[in-house]
């Protein structure tokens, strides 16, 4: 699932316009980097969310075919927030374990072996495992920590303050996480994060690859600039 329902405030009055996911960042709509990538993962059955302007990501991205994956459509007549996304689009995405990625960051990572490491985890109880980065200049206090379990290949999440790296937006979920939602109520997803680390039910590791949070109109130009910047060859292994 990409979580593509967010209004953008931070990021207007180009949002005024656009949803924030149909920004272009070298030469194509953030949210085409992740489908591109998706798509080289072996995903081929993608859930998209919306509701500022949803019209348009639907418009522009259709049924999927131009990547070879089928998208499908949840839409929020307002934005639910992640979790509420999450738990509305469930029918869609099944109950089986599901990768979800925010639509408003660019990244580098191999999802492949992200979900291959998540379901690890998942296979040993947790409810969830996320992807953690270097705390960014406008986050310096991070969100979680990572605690070596032996018994396991895995980290467990922690809250404890030392050495906290902050959520990438990026974690593989089971589908009892979001058990109590009811579908079309707005719910946070960090309540049912810390809820799931303090039942020693969430796991994550440190992604040290290119990740940046595309979050105002200064960060999509700086990623814009450093994707123009690549040859062709480069950036199409970046979709990668």
């Not at 969310?49 to 259709?62: D, F, P, S, V, W």
């Not at 409810?127 to 980290?155: I, M, Q, T, Y």
């Not at 809250?159 to 996480?177: K, Q």
């Amino acid at each position: 699932m990409i979580l593509a329902a967010g209004r953008g405030e931070r990021m207007r009055p180009l949002t005024d316009h656009a949803p924030k996911p149909l920004l272009p960042v070298g030469g194509k709509p953030l949210i085409v980097w992740h489908i591109e990538r998706l798509a080289a993962a072996g995903f081929n059955e993608i859930v998209i969310n919306h509701a500022h302007l949803g019209y348009m990501i639907e418009e522009t991205l259709g049924d999927g075919h131009v990547w070879n994956v089928n998208i499908h459509y949840s839409a929020e007549p307002e934005a639910l927030e992640t979790a509420g996304g999450i738990a509305k689009a469930l029918p869609l995405l099944g109950y089986a374990p599901f990768l979800v990625v925010n639509g408003d960051i660019w990244c580098n990572i191999d999802f492949e072996r992200f979900v291959a490491r998540g379901i690890v985890g998942i296979t040993q109880g947790a409810h969830a495992h996320l992807a953690l980065v270097d705390n960014p200049p406008h986050h310096p206090a991070g969100d979680f920590n990572l605690l070596k379990n032996e018994r396991s290949s895995v980290c467990q999440l922690t809250t404890l303050p030392a050495t906290r790296l902050t959520f990438s937006g990026i974690g593989v979920y089971r589908s009892e996480l979001f058990t109590g939602i009811t579908a079309g109520e707005k719910a946070q997803l960090a309540p049912f994060l810390q809820i799931a680390i303090a039942n020693n039910r969430a796991t994550g590791e440190h992604f040290t690859g290119r990740w940046i949070d595309v979050g105002t109109p200064e960060r999509l130009a700086e990623v814009d600039a450093q994707l123009k910047a690549l040859s062709p060859a480069a950036q199409a292994l970046n979709s990668r």
